[in-house]
C-alpha cells in the first residue's frame, strides 16, 4: 500500500541576480532543483534517495515533508492531498510526517537543553501534557541510546558529540510516532565507525512503528544498507529507480553505473569501470535532451535532441534512451 | 590566574569598570535623601561660594548646593533613561522579531515606519517630541524610547532573518512548534546576547539625549535637580570665572555614559571572541 | 633511505581549556615513489600530522617532539630560509577545500604564472607557457587559463590546485582530504589524475578518513586513532589482515556497496584528547580490553614488517 506519492512534483528556484542585471534582464532564471518528480513510498517501506550535491535531492526531501511549497504537481499523503496545506491544518498533520537533517550540529537549537526539545513536538501539537511529554522524552533518550536519560535531558547541545546529537534529532523526530520520516543524508557527518549505530536505531524503530521511510544519501553503499527501493536523482530527475539489490547488480543508467563503479571499495571488484566527463551541468540552462548527455560516453545525437522518459524496464523505471544491456 | 581570567574572558575589565560606575551612581540615586548634605531646592548658602570643606562643589547662582544637586540629579537621569531604554527595548525587540520573522507586507509597512525616523538626527527628534508634548520626565522618557526603537527594531530584525534561516529553526517548524513558541523560544534566547551589548551602549547614548533635552529644559521643571538642567544654567556663569556650576553636571554626565559604554564594549569584546571560536 | 621519516613526533595544541595530545610519538616512513595514506576519523590527528611534516602546525599548536627527516634535512629544526625552500619546491600541499589556495579575484592562468616566475622556473612568455601545459596535464581545458575561479566547478578548481602543487615538480605531495568536498564521480576522476603523478614518480601522502578510498590508492596504510598510530603497513594485509582490535573493527563498519551486507559500529565514542584514556587508548572501546591495557601504554610492536601498538597484537581477532 502506498503511504506518499508525489506526482510530477515541481520545485523551482528563482536565481539571484547582480542589480545591473536585474533592471536588464525582464525574464527571472530559475534553478530547476526538482523536474517533473513522480515516486512513491509504500507502508513500511524505505527508499533511498541517491544523488549527488545539486542533484535536488534535499529539495525533494523537503517537499515531501512540505517545508518547501511545491511549484507544480501533487503530493498525497495517505490519501489526502498535501499539497496545498498551509497553517494550523498543515501544523496538526506533522505528527504523521518528521524529518532528520544531515547537520546535527545546525538542527539543534543551541539555548535549549535537548530532552526540552524532544518533548516539545509532543506538547505543541497537544499530544500530551508538560509531564507526560517529559517521561516520555525520558524514554526515547534511551532508545536512541543516550543513557542515563536524565543526565542527557537537561544537556546543552554543545555538550553533546556529533553522534548523541543525531540521536536526540532520531528522538525529537520519533516521539510523536510519525508515519514517515524523511532522512536527509543523517550519517553523512559522522565518523564511519558511529554511523552504523544511527542506522541500527532508525531500523529499530521502522520495525516497531513500521514507518516509512525516504532516505536521503549521496553514498550508495549506505543506501544499500537502508533501503529495499533505490532511486537514483540526476539534476532535478529521477534517472533510475528499482529493487536495489537489482539495480546494484545490473544498472541500466549509465550515471549509475558511473556512480556505482566510482565508489571506492575494499573489495576487490573487477569490473569495467566506467567514468563520465568532468563537465559541470549547469542547474539553469541544463542540457535540452538528456541532462546526462554532455557527460555520457555514450550519447548520440538523439540523446541531445529528444529527452528520454521514465520508462518500466525489468521491473524497474529508466530515463534513457540506450539503456544497458 | 587573574592573567588567565582575563584571557578567558576578554572584556571583563571593561565590564567590571563600567559596572562598578554605574552601580556607585545607582547607589548615589538610591540613597540620595540620606547622603546629600543639604536639601538640592533651596538656597542654603550665598551664591557662587567655590568649592570648600562645607560645599564639596561649591553653590550655584541661587545659593544652592552642587554637590547635593549632583547627588540628587542621579534620580532624574537613571529615571527618565532606564525607563525609556526599557519602553525602547520592549516595543523595538517585538516588533523587530516578529516583522523578520513573518515578512511580507507587515515587515515592509514596519520597516518603513521605522527606517523614517531613524533617517532624523536622535537629538533633534527627541526635542520635537519632547515639545510637542510638553516638559515633563514622563513626556521626556517617551520621547526618548520613541527614538530608540528605530535601532532595537532593525538590530533585532536583521538577526532574526540570520537565525530564521538557521537549521534549527526549520527542524522546530518540521517537527510542529508553533510560530509564536518558535519566536519566543528560538528567536530570542538566540538573539539576547547581541540586544544587551545595544542596549548598554544605547543607555550611554540615552543619558546624552537626556542632557540635552534638559539642557534645553524640556524634562523636569526648576527646582528640580538635573544635570543637564544645571550644566546649562552654569554655562552662562563659565566665563565669569564659576567654573564649578557646570563643570560637575558635565561631569557626572560623561561618567555615567561612560559606565554604560564600558559595559557595553566589554559585552561585545566578549561575544566577538565567542563568534570566533 | 627513506624519502620522509618521522620518528616519535608529538605535536600538542595549547588551548585554553588545557593541552590536546593531537599527535602523540608517531613513527612513519615514506620511500621515494611511495603512495603512504593516513587513515582516521574526525579528531584522530591525521591532518595534525600532516600539517606538521612542513611544519605548518595550526596555533595554538606546537611540535614538543621528535623529528621529521626529509631527504636528509630534519624539517623541525631547520632554519625558516631552508623551509621556504623545501615548501613547494619539494614538498607541496593541497587540502580539501581548493579555496584555500586560490586567489578569488585573479585568473588562474596567472596564479598559476606566478609560482612558476617566483620559484625562478621561467619568466614572462616561458613562464605562462610553463603554466599552460600545468592546466593541461591536470586535464583541465586550454581556457581555463583565463577563468576566474569562481567560473570552475569544486573538481576543476581541485585539479587547479594540483596543477599549482605539481607545477615545480615537488617530491612529494601532501593531500589533505582531496576529495572530501567532491562527489564519487569528481573524487574518482582527481584520484585518477593523482595516481597518474605517483606513476611518474611523485610520492603522495594522503590523508583521508575513507578506508576504503585509500585501499584502492596507496602502497601502505597508516591508521591512526586518538593521536597515535595504532597500524602501519602494506595496505593489502592491512585490510585483509588487519592486527589491531581498532583497524579490524573500523574495516568492518565501512559500508560496501559489494559482498554481505552488515551494520557494524565500534560503540562508543574517540576520547577528548585533553584527557586521553590511561594505558592504551581505545581500551574503552576495545572488546579485548584488560586490566593491563588500563594500565599499561602498549609499545609499537613489528610483526612480519607491519608496525602495530597493542598489547596483544597478532592473537586478537573480532570474529563474526
Not at chain 2, 538590530?155 to 527542524?171: C, N, P, Y
Not at chain 3, 576543476?156 to 582531496?178: N, Y
Not at chain 3, 585501499?215 to 589491531?244: N, Q, W
Request: hydrophobic share 45%; proline share 6%.
Amino acid at each position: 500500500m502506498v503511504l506518499v506519492e508525489a506526482r510530477d512534483l515541481k520545485k523551482y528556484f528563482p536565481v539571484e541576480k547582480g542589480v545591473i542585471e536585474r533592471i536588464l534582464a525582464r525574464k527571472v532564471r530559475y534553478v530547476r532543483a526538482v523536474d517533473n518528480v513522480s515516486l512513491e513510498v509504500g507502508k513500511g517501506e524505505t527508499l533511498a534517495l541517491v544523488g549527488e550535491s545539486g542533484s535536488g535531492k534535499s529539495t525533494l526531501g523537503r517537499l515531501l515533508v512540505r517545508l518547501l511549497d511545491p511549484d507544480g504537481g501533487t503530493i498525497t499523503f495517505n490519501g489526502i492531498d498535501i499539497t496545498r496545506l498551509k497553517g494550523e491544518k498543515l501544523r496538526k498533520l506533522r505528527r504523521r510526517f518528521q524529518i532528520i537533517f544531515q547537520d546535527p550540529y545546525a538542527s539543534l537549537n543551541p539555548r535549549m537543553v535537548v530532552g526540552e526539545q524532544i518533548a516539545q513536538p509532543l506538547t505543541e501539537l497537544e499530544l500530551a501534557s508538560a509531564s507526560e511529554a517529559k517521561s516520555e522524552a525520558l524514554k526515547i533518550l534511551k532508545s536512541v541510546g543516550l543513557v542515563p536519560p536524565e543526565d542527557f535531558y537537561n544537556k546543552y547541545p554543545h555538550q553533546l558529540s556529533g553522534g548523541q546529537r543525531q540521536r536526540v534529532a532520531i528522538a525529537r523526530a520519533l516521539i510523536v510516532k510519525p508515519d514517515f520520516i524523511v532522512a536527509d543524508e543523517p550519517v553523512s557527518m559522522l565518523d564511519v565507525s558511529i554511523r552504523a549505530s544511527i542506522l541500527d536505531i532508525l531500523e529499530t524503530f521502522k520495525r516497531e512503528l513500521s514507518l516509512s521511510t525516504l532516505f536521503i544519501t549521496h553514498d550508495l553503499a549506505v543506501a544499500r544498507l537502508v533501503g529495499e527501493k533505490l532511486a537514483i536523482m540526476y539534476l532535478g530527475k529521477i534517472v533510475e529507480e528499482g529493487p536495489t539489490e537489482d539495480i546494484l547488480e545490473k544498472p541500466l543508467h549509465p550515471y549509475t553505473k558511473a556512480l556505482i563503479d566510482s565508489i571506492p571499495s575494499i573489495r576487490k571488484r573487477e569490473k569495467s569501470k566506467l567514468g563520465l566527463k568532468d563537465v559541470t551541468p549547469d542547474p539553469v540552462n541544463p542540457p535540452e535532451g538528456c541532462r546526462l548527455y554532455p557527460r555520457c560516453p555514450f550519447a548520440t545525437e538523439e540523446c541531445k535532441l529528444r529527452e528520454p522518459k521514465l520508462e518500466t524496464i525489468k521491473g524497474r523505471r529508466v530515463a534513457c534512451h540506450y539503456p544497458l544491456q | 590566574m587573574l592573567s588567565q581570567t582575563i584571557l578567558k574572558y576578554p572584556g571583563s575589565i571593561k565590564i567590571a569598570v563600567g559596572a562598578l560606575i554605574v552601580s556607585i551612581i545607582a547607589l548615589l540615586a538610591l540613597t540620595s535623601p540620606i547622603i546629600a548634605p543639604y536639601d538640592p531646592t533651596r538656597s542654603v548658602g550665598t551664591p557662587f561660594i567655590p568649592p570648600s570643606r562645607e560645599h564639596l562643589m561649591g553653590t550655584d547662582h541661587l545659593g544652592f548646593d552642587v554637590f547635593s544637586r549632583i547627588i540628587w540629579g542621579a534620580r532624574t537621569v537613571l529615571q527618565v533613561v532606564v525607563s525609556a531604554t526599557i519602553t525602547a527595548l520592549i516595543v523595538g525587540v517585538t516588533l523587530g522579531v516578529v516583522s523578520g520573522y513573518y515578512g511580507g507586507i507587515l515587515d515592509r509597512v514596519f520597516s518603513m515606519i521605522m527606517d523614517s525616523l531613524y533617517a532624523f538626527p536622535s537629538l533633534i527628534l527627541a526635542i520635537a517630541i519632547a515639545a510637542v508634548l510638553g516638559p515633563s520626565p514622563y513626556n521626556a522618557a517617551i520621547a526618548i524610547s520613541v527614538v530608540y526603537i528605530p535601532v532595537y527594531y532593525r538590530m533585532v530584525r536583521g538577526q532574526t532573518l540570520a537565525i530564521k534561516a538557521q537549521l534549527f529553526v526549520e527542524a522546530a517548524k518540521a517537527s510542529g512548534v508553533r510560530d509564536r513558541v518558535i519566536m519566543a523560544r528560538y528567536v530570542l534566547p538566540n538573539i539576547a546576547h547581541t540586544i544587551f551589548v545595544v542596549a548598554s551602549l544605547n543607555i550611554a547614548d540615552a543619558i546624552l539625549t537626556e542632557a540635552g533635552l534638559s539642557f534645553l529644559g524640556l524634562t523636569v521643571s526648576p527646582p528640580t535637580p538635573d544635570w543637564g538642567f544645571d550644566l546649562r544654567i552654569g554655562q552662562r556663569f563659565l566665563l565669569l570665572g564659576y567654573w564649578w556650576l557646570s563643570v560637575f553636571p558635565g561631569l557626572a554626565i560623561m561618567v555615567l555614559a561612560l559606565g554604560f559604554a564600558l559595559i557595553g564594549e566589554g559585552l561585545s569584546d566578549r561575544l566577538q571572541i565567542r563568534a570566533i571560536r | 633511505m627513506a624519502l620522509l621519516s618521522i620518528d616519535g613526533l608529538s605535536v600538542h595544541y595549547y588551548t585554553l581549556s588545557g593541552i590536546v595530545r593531537a599527535v602523540d610519538d608517531v613513527s612513519l616512513n615514506l620511500e621515494l615513489g611511495e603512495w603512504v595514506s593516513i587513515v582516521g576519523e574526525s579528531g584522530s590527528g591525521k591532518s595534525t600530522l600532516g600539517f606538521s611534516t612542513i611544519r605548518l602546525t595550526p596555533p595554538p599548536g606546537r611540535i614538543v617532539g621528535g623529528s621529521i627527516v626529509f631527504n636528509g634535512v630534519d624539517i623541525v629544526k631547520a632554519p625558516d630560509s631552508v623551509l621556504r625552500k623545501i615548501r613547494g619546491r619539494e614538498i607541496s600541499m593541497i587540502f580539501q577545500d581548493p579555496m584555500t589556495s586560490l586567489d578569488p579575484l585573479r585568473t588562474v592562468g596567472s596564479q598559476l604564472k606566478e609560482v612558476v616566475e617566483d620559484h625562478g622556473i621561467g619568466r614572462g612568455k616561458e613562464a605562462g607557457e610553463i603554466a599552460k601545459r600545468g592546466l593541461l596535464s591536470v586535464g583541465l581545458p586550454e581556457n581555463a587559463f583565463y577563468s576566474y575561479p569562481h567560473q570552475l566547478s569544486g573538481g576543476q578548481r581541485q585539479r587547479v590546485a594540483i596543477a599549482i602543487a605539481t607545477v615545480l615538480r615537488p617530491k612529494l605531495l601532501i593531500a589533505d582530504e582531496p576529495t572530501t568536498a567532491l562527489d564519487v564521480i569528481v573524487q574518482k576522476s582527481i584520484m585518477d589524475l593523482l595516481e597518474d603523478y605517483n606513476r611518474k614518480g611523485m610520492s603522495v601522502l594522503l590523508i583521508t578518513h575513507d578506508v576504503a578510498l585509500a585501499s584502492e590508492r596507496s602502497r601502505k596504510i597508516a591508521v591512526m586513532y586518538a593521536g597515535e598510530l595504532v597500524e602501519f603497513g602494506d595496505t593489502r594485509s592491512v585490510i585483509e589482515d588487519p592486527l589491531h582490535p581498532y583497524t579490524q573493527l573500523l574495516i568492518r563498519s565501512v559500508p560496501d556497496v559489494v559482498g554481505e551486507k552488515r551494520l557494524t559500529y565500534i560503540p562508543g565514542e574517540p576520547p577528548d584528547l585533553r584527557r586521553p584514556p590511561s594505558g592504551c587508548r581505545f581500551h574503552p572501546r576495545c572488546p579485548f580490553a584488560d586490566s593491563m591495557c588500563k594500565v599499561e601504554r602498549p609499545k609499537q610492536t613489528v610483526i612480519s614488517g607491519r608496525a602495530v601498538l597493542c598489547h596483544y597484537a597478532g592473537t586478537v581477532k573480532v570474529r563474526d
